[in-house]
């Protein structure tokens, strides 16, 4: 015999029935096939139904005195973990409404008395086929729902580690940048949740949208990837032909996400909004920014509320040519670029939002010594206790 044979075991019934006699006769006719249990009243039904295991399906009688059977139903019907239970009226009543109505409780059949035990049992059998098969199909659903909840999980999480890796590639080059991509990460997430309902954006910024520009901001900058050294690494300032090659991040950054895209094979949201960012979030409000010197709404959103998350990190953190500046001296000027270098209302957000900015700077500092310095700024701004 194999172990699946071994295993087996037979369906369990609950028979309900005031009446000795029906109790007696419907055991010795289901108990060769099926577990049986019996209940002689609805309350005593309910007492059984609260235990474990439930039946596979139960037979239930419509007059008895106390709880009727409709009774019973429809306090089993309302009750999640009974309310798969398949039941079987067994009726003296042949009335159609009888039935009706107690289809209309959620029973699965009716058999009428006195009882014929070759249809007792052809019905009990096809009620339990149906029940094995709603349970298949259910238990197969759930295990779909689960699987699929799962393979999103692994596909959210490699966008993550690749999109990681990518902006990580571009720190790399430039080494005293540090956790630049994780401040700017949380900067533009803070811009966009102040912003969701302005009228301005509030098309714009949905909850899915936010996550999106979350995930798409690290590779504002992977461009950088495809800057020379002696350029990108350079100590003093820029020569005039140094910068314009500096000014090609943008566009080297949009072709390098745009051939990823390609090769992926199908529209990614994320990456559309990573192409948007790293193309564009050095253009400024009045046109004279670059690449494309877009100006004023033209710039995509995105990359404006990247604008002044990138602008405000670069003014606070140390490069190879600048130590990095107080962060009131950095909230200063991103204010005095209201209008020109910034859009306003983004720029109205971040003054707002200076304090969580801060905050952010202190959480994600390079060093220990930055850290020290962004934690004595936010005492002196009381968010500390």
Not at 10 to 30: E, I
Not at 59 to 72: A, N, R, T
Not at 173 to 181: F, P, S, Y
Not at 272 to 298: C, F, M, N, R, V
Request: proline letters at 5%.
């Amino acid at each position: 015999m194999s172990t699946e044979q071994n295993h087996y075991s037979p369906p369990t019934l609950l028979v309900v029935d005031d009446t000795p006699d029906n109790l007696m006769l419907m055991t010795d006719l289901l108990k060769d096939r099926y577990r049986v249990k019996v209940a002689n009243s609805g309350e005593k039904a309910l007492r059984v139904l609260q235990g474990d295991p439930l039946p596979d399906l139960i037979l239930l009688d419509i007059m008895m005195p106390g709880m009727s059977g409709h009774e019973v139903a429809d306090q089993l019907k309302r009750d999640p973990r009974t309310r798969d239970i398949p039941i079987i009226f067994l009726t003296a009543m042949a009335g159609t409404e009888d039935e009706i109505h107690g289809l209309e409780l959620g029973a699965v059949d009716y058999i009428t008395k006195p009882i014929r035990p070759a249809l007792v049992l052809a019905r009990v059998d096809t009620q339990l086929k149906l029940k094995a098969a709603k349970d298949f199909l259910r238990d197969h659903n759930d295990y779909l729902e689960q699987e699929v909840e799962r393979r999103t999980r692994e596909v959210i999480a490699i966008q993550d580690v690749a999109i990681q890796a990518m902006a990580s590639l571009a720190e790399t080059r430039d080494n005293e940048t540090g956790n630049h991509i994780r401040r700017t990460q949380h900067y533009i997430k803070v811009l966009a949740e102040h912003l969701r309902e302005h009228p301005r954006f509030s098309h714009f910024l949905s909850e899915e949208t936010i996550q999106l520009l979350f995930k798409s901001a690290p590779l504002h900058d992977i461009g950088k990837v495809g800057i020379p050294d002696h350029i990108l690494l350079k100590p003093g300032r820029f020569t005039e032909e140094e910068f314009e090659i500096m000014k090609t991040h943008t566009t080297l950054g949009r072709d390098a996400i745009q051939h990823a895209e390609d090769a992926l094979g199908i529209r990614a949201d994320f990456l559309t909004l990573a192409k948007e960012i790293a193309y564009s979030h050095q253009e400024k409000w009045d046109g004279s920014g670059y690449p494309q010197g877009l100006a004023a709404d033209d710039i995509p959103i995105s990359a404006r509320l990247m604008a002044v998350a990138d602008v405000y990190d670069a003014l606070i953190s140390r490069r190879v040519y600048k130590p990095g500046m107080p962060h009131a001296q950095a909230v200063e000027i991103i204010r005095q670029g209201r209008g020109t270098h910034f859009d306003p209302d983004i720029c109205d957000a971040f003054l707002v939002c200076v304090e969580q900015f801060l905050a952010i700077a202190a959480r994600f500092a390079d060093t220990d010594q930055d850290m020290a310095g962004k934690l004595a700024a936010l005492e002196r701004s009381g968010q500390t206790q």
